[in-house]
């Protein structure tokens, strides 16, 4: 045990994070879903469900020095099976030595690689516990992975020598990490929730069924959801076209987005990264809105009254938090379960995040778009136009906040970047 402790410190490692998550996958009801993936989307482990719509992921983060904020910025290594999935910044020579878990070298690979996304084979693949040191010239981590055979990962823990049980039990302690959990599966809409606790069993994902598919002018594919009679995406829409294929100019400068009269979109702060593009969708103005040409065939951007029919539906069948039918309280059912700044207001959206999205709409907090240029409100609230006109200043729009509990109506300057749903005509 002496030489796992000396391992350990002469690599400054601060805390394991070990991922013990189990549960079950069904749909709306209680019929199990089979062949469900499911998956940690921040250390990239997952699962697929059993006949019974069960699964389980037994495995492990990353362990980081006291430098992890600085470490971060240049490498992004986790493991997914027998692989190692590495995101660089600048072309270096990484080195991955394997050790067990007395801290005894197996084996190692140097190899130098240029900027970018990269998978390279583990050096050792054998049945068992084993820590990578992963280190190029100015950073180092330490990765768990757990047995590549079929033998789970608690027996294949018991299995090691009677020395490295301390540790063993250490890994299985419970751990604060923050990860997401997704499930996938076709036919249903992907399920995204937030959890914080590595030890996690018994977790209920109830998958909501998707109404179909629709596709943009550029190509982009959004799942939808019935909700009553209506059948709403459930992402916010990116296209850069309309669907007469006329280009929508993209406005940049905020001098030039404070002195738009036509057409326009943007991203939020700008981003040009393209997960956030498709998370968050793009934020257009009301012109663009207005052109009527905005949605691809067969669908249209909602007007207030579509609004309301979906405020009233949701009302008058027991979607407010509280389960009364007599008051607006339908936020936490139309938002999404991730990505809101957390609230201590009872009913509020940002208020205990698992129990949102019983619609399936997933709406996440997208901010908008100043009509002088500026970004605002991203994690804190959403607003999504509606195509109907107040005056020649103004537009309603309908929206979620953090802290409140229902489905907001306002009126919004027609300057303004917001998001954009589609409603199937």
């Known amino acids: 045990m002496n030489c796992i402790k000396a391992f350990l410190a002469v690599l400054n490692v601060a805390s394991?994070?070990?991922?013990?998550?189990?549960?079950?996958?069904?749909?709306?009801?209680?019929?199990?879903?089979?062949?469900?993936?499911?998956?940690?989307?921040?250390?990239?482990?997952?699962?697929?469900?059993?006949?019974?719509?069960?699964?389980?992921?037994?495995?492990?983060?990353?362990?980081?020095?006291?430098?992890?904020?600085?470490?971060?910025?240049?490498?992004?290594?986790?493991?997914?099976?027998?692989?190692?999935?590495?995101?660089?910044?600048?072309?270096?020579?990484?080195?991955?030595?394997?050790?067990?878990?007395?801290?005894?070298?197996?084996?190692?690979?140097?190899?130098?690689?240029?900027?970018?996304?990269?998978?390279?084979?583990?050096?050792?693949?054998?049945?068992?516990?084993?820590?990578?040191?992963?280190?190029?010239?100015?950073?180092?981590?330490?990765?768990?992975?757990?047995?590549?055979?079929?033998?789970?990962?608690?027996?294949?823990?018991?299995?090691?020598?009677?020395?490295?049980?301390?540790?063993?039990?250490?890994?299985?302690?419970?751990?604060?990490?923050?990860?997401?959990?997704?499930?996938?599966?076709?036919?249903?809409?992907?399920?995204?929730?937030?959890?914080?606790?590595?030890?996690t069993s018994g977790i209920e994902i109830k998958m909501i069924v998707n109404a179909g598919d629709v596709m943009d002018q550029d190509g982009n594919v959004y799942q939808s959801v019935r909700i009553g009679n209506q059948v709403w995406t459930v992402e916010n829409l990116r296209t850069t076209r309309l669907n007469n294929g006329e280009e929508i100019p993209h406005v940049a400068n905020s001098n030039s987005w404070a002195d738009l009269t036509t057409p326009g979109y943007c991203y939020y702060k700008n981003s040009i990264n393209a997960n956030d593009q498709q998370k968050w969708g793009a934020l257009y103005n009301w012109y663009a809105v207005n052109t009527g040409n905005l949605a691809p065939e067969g669908w249209h951007v909602p007007t207030d009254e579509d609004w309301t029919e979906l405020e009233k539906f949701c009302i008058s069948n027991r979607y407010n938090w509280d389960g009364n039918t007599s008051s607006n309280k339908i936020g936490k059912s139309l938002a999404a379960t991730t990505d809101w700044i957390s609230s201590d207001t009872l009913g509020g959206v940002g208020n205990d995040m698992q129990l949102n999205n019983r619609t399936g709409l997933s709406g996440l907090p997208s901010g908008y778009r100043y009509d002088g240029g500026a970004f605002l409100g991203q994690n804190y609230h959403v607003n999504w136009w509606s195509t109907t006109e107040i005056d020649v200043a103004d537009a309603w729009c309908c929206g979620l906040n953090f802290q409140r509990e229902n489905l907001l109506r306002s009126n919004t300057y027609k300057k303004y970047g917001l998001p954009v749903r589609l409603l199937m005509d």
């Open 16 to 199: 394991f994070c070990v991922a013990n998550i189990s549960g079950i996958v069904t749909d709306t009801g209680t019929t199990p879903i089979p062949h469900a993936i499911v998956l940690l989307e921040k250390s990239g482990q997952m699962a697929t469900t059993g006949a019974d719509g069960s699964f389980t992921i037994s495995t492990s983060a990353v362990i980081l020095d006291n430098n992890a904020k600085r470490l971060q910025n240049s490498l992004s290594p986790k493991i997914c099976g027998n692989l190692l999935i590495l995101s660089i910044a600048k072309r270096s020579t990484v080195k991955v030595t394997a050790f067990n878990l007395k801290g005894k070298s197996i084996s190692f690979l140097i190899k130098t690689i240029e900027p970018g996304n990269h998978t390279l084979p583990l050096p050792q693949r054998g049945a068992g516990v084993f820590l990578y040191k992963v280190k190029t010239d100015n950073s180092t981590f330490l990765l768990k992975g757990t047995t590549v055979s079929n033998i789970p990962y608690r027996k294949s823990l018991a299995t090691q020598d009677k020395s490295s049980i301390p540790l063993a039990k250490q890994m299985q302690s419970k751990t604060v990490i923050n990860d997401v959990i997704a499930a996938t599966k076709s036919g249903y809409l992907t399920y995204r929730v937030v959890i914080g606790n590595s030890d």
